[in-house]
């Protein structure tokens, strides 16, 4: 049996972030989205400074990163950039972080669906936190994806 860490979550904006934690944060996610799945795409697409940046740690040992924001008022509030240190795999550190993406976007954007755009592969993942398929498969940089949504949690 796995024992899940003992964690801290930490959530700010960007203008928050020390530098030293800010490039921690950064690099955990091309050291999983570009350099572990081979992947050359813009990791740093902007979108940064308009996000509310989630972190665990145990410590100060970064585990794991999500971002949540709204790209724009006529679209779904979105979870992305989901990603879990190589070197704490293994843990269920994806289900916590996501379990606290999930509350921190309800508490922004309340009664309202989250979106995501997940790698395929992860559906089944996804869908244990109530994300269904809401369209074809597409590949995103090189990488085959489908959109999902989560419909609101009934008050």
Partial sequence: MTTLPTY???????EEFSAVDLYAMLKMRVDVFVVEQ???YPELDGNDPDCLH???????DLLACARVWRPSPDVLPRIGRVAVSP?????????ALMRE???ECEKIYPGEAIEISAQTHLQKFY???GFERTSEEYVEDGI???NMVRQPTPA
């Fill in 8 to 14: 801290t979550t930490d959530v700010r904006r960007l």
């Fill in 38 to 40: 081979e992947c050359a």
């Fill in 54 to 60: 989630l972190r665990l740690f145990e410590g100060k």
């Fill in 87 to 95: 070197n704490h795999r293994g843990k269920r550190l994806g289900d």
């Fill in 101 to 103: 993406a999930i509350i």
């Fill in 127 to 129: 869908g244990s936190f």
């Fill in 144 to 146: 085959p994806h489908v």
